[in-house]
T-cell receptor
Framework: QKEVEQNSGPLSVPEGAIASLNCTYS??????FFWYRQYSGKSPELIMF????GDKEDGRFTAQLNKASQYVSLLIRDSQPSDSATYLC???????????FGKGTLLTVNP | DTAVSQTPKYLVTQMGNDKSIKCEQN?????MYWYKQDSKKFLKIMFS???????INETVPNRFSPKSPDKAHLNLHINSLELGDSAVYFC??????????FGSGTRLTVV
C-alpha cells in the first residue's frame, strides 16, 4: 500500500514566524509532489508542486524535496492568520494519473 | 466561469435512497476524478476517467457507479445509501502539471 504520511497537528505558530510542514512517502517511484491548502468547508487548492530534488520558492512558500529520504516539506515564511488551514501533501506515483494524499496537517497562525 | 463545478452542493437523504452527483469541467482536461473526504479530512480516490474511459477503480462498494458521457462530465450515482456514505465528495480534473483542480464539493448526509 503506497502511503503518504503527515503529522496531523495541530501546528500552532505565532504571526510572522516560519511554519514548517513535513511529509514522507513510501513509493520510491514517485515522480511529482504537491502541496494543497484547504480552508474549513472549502475545496483543496494547489499552492506548490515540485519534481526535482532541492528547493522551489514561490513568494512566502518554499517546497523542499529529498527523494533519497523520501521526504518533502513546505515552509511558510512570515506566517499570517490567513494561512490557518489544513495543508495536504500529495504524491504522484509511478502512474501519472493518481495522486495519493496524506491526512493533512492543521496549521493555526496566532495573531 | 467556474472551472470544475459540482451539483448539488449539499445533499441530505434517507438511508436506502439512490442519489446522483454531477460534475462538469470547462478546462479541456482529459482526466477527471471522484474523491471522498471523510470527517477526518482524509481524501481518498474512488474513480478516474480519462477521455470517457475508466482508468482507476479503487476498492469502492459496487453501490457506487461513475459515468462519463464525455470528457467534460463525470457523474457519480450511489444506490442504497448507507450512513457510512456520509462525507464530502470532490470531483477533480487533472492539470498538465499532473496536479488537480477540485470542484467545490458535495456534502452528502445520510440520515
Amino acid at each position: 500500500q503506497k502511503e503518504v504520511e503527515q503529522n496531523s497537528g495541530p501546528l500552532s505558530v505565532p504571526e510572522g514566524a516560519i511554519a514548517s510542514l513535513n511529509c514522507t512517502y513510501s513509493d520510491r517511484g514517485s515522480q511529482s509532489f504537491f502541496w494543497y491548502r484547504q480552508y474549513s468547508g472549502k475545496s483543496p487548492e494547489l499552492i506548490m508542486f515540485i519534481y526535482s530534488n532541492g528547493d522551489k520558492e514561490d513568494g512566502r512558500f518554499t517546497a523542499q524535496l529529498n527523494k533519497a529520504s523520501q521526504y518533502v516539506s513546505l515552509l511558510i515564511r512570515d506566517s499570517q492568520p490567513s494561512d490557518s488551514a489544513t495543508y495536504l501533501c500529495a504524491v504522484n506515483g509511478g502512474s501519472n494519473y493518481k495522486l495519493t494524499f496524506g491526512k493533512g496537517t492543521l496549521l493555526t497562525v496566532n495573531p | 466561469d467556474t472551472a470544475v463545478s459540482q451539483t448539488p452542493k449539499y445533499l441530505v437523504t434517507q438511508m436506502g435512497n439512490d442519489k446522483s452527483i454531477k460534475c462538469e469541467q470547462n478546462l479541456g482536461h482529459d482526466t477527471m476524478y471522484w474523491y471522498k473526504q471523510d470527517s477526518k479530512k482524509f481524501l481518498k480516490i474512488m474513480f478516474s476517467y480519462n477521455n470517457k474511459e475508466l482508468i482507476i477503480n479503487e476498492t469502492v462498494p459496487n453501490r457506487f457507479s461513475p459515468k462519463s458521457p464525455d470528457k467534460a462530465h463525470l457523474n457519480l450515482h450511489i444506490n442504497s445509501l448507507e450512513l457510512g456514505d456520509s462525507a464530502v465528495y470532490f470531483c477533480a480534473s487533472r492539470n498538465t502539471n499532473y496536479g488537480y483542480t477540485f470542484g467545490s464539493g458535495t456534502r452528502l448526509t445520510v440520515v
